[in-house]
Each structure stands twice: as C-alpha cells, then as structure tokens.
Nanobody, 114 residues
Framework: VQLVESGGGLVQPGGSLRLSCAAS????????MNWYRQAPGKERDLVAS????????GYADSVKGRFTISRDNAKNTVYLQMNSLKPEDTAMYYC????????WGQGTQVTVSS
C-alpha cells in the first residue's frame, strides 16, 4: 500500500490549495479515505473523511464550509480542496486509510502566511 500526497505549499491568508493523494496497492474504490493534519507541537487531527463510493463525507468543525474532500475512483486519488485558508490551517497534511491496518502517506506541508 502506498499513499503519496502532493499539492502543498505557501499561500496567503484567504487563498486556496488543492491537495491530492495518489493511492496504490489495494482496491481503492472499496475503502474510505481520510485527511489528517498535524501542526508543530500538536497532535495529529482528523480533518475530513469520505466513504468508499464518495457518497458521504465528514469534516472537522474548524474546516466546515471551507474544505471539500472528494475522490476519483478511476484515478485512485483522493483530494482536499481548501479555500479561505487561515494561518491556523498551517500544518503537515496526511492522507490515511485502513486496509488491514492503518496506512499513512509521507505528508505535504501547507503554510498559510502573508
């Protein structure tokens, strides 16, 4: 199982980024996917989740209305569209799934700063 995130970077407050996570090594369309984030000195927190068919999503209160999780099962990819970014969104963002055990990507850094 491999999860590879991309799309992070430096963005000004109010800006947008789209993160991608390319998955391989398992039947992607059969498993839910999650995005987590971890800021320096803080715990890793769940940001957004999506079911295997994309029919149901969930979000942390801190990102509701600003972030959107989606997936393309034909491309084995899950996305996180992040709008109206705030400095407090600065963190390493990780893709996650559970296939027999938990798997994590290597993370992609998002920095929101002027």
């Amino acid at each position: 199982v491999q999860l590879v995130e991309s799309g992070g970077g430096l963005v000004q407050p109010g800006g947008s980024l789209r993160l991608s996570c390319a998955a391989s090594g398992f039947t992607f369309s059969s498993y839910g996917m999650n995005w987590y984030r971890q800021a320096p000195g803080k715990e890793r927190d769940l940001v957004a989740s999506i079911t295997s068919d994309g029919g149901s999503t969930g979000y942390a209160d801190s990102v509701k209305g600003r972030f959107t999780i989606s997936r393309d099962n034909a491309k084995n990819t899950v996305y996180l569209q992040m709008n109206s970014l705030k400095p407090e969104d600065t963190a390493m963002y990780y893709c996650h799934t559970v296939y027999r055990r938990a798997y994590w990507g290597q993370g992609t850094q998002v920095t929101v700063s002027s």
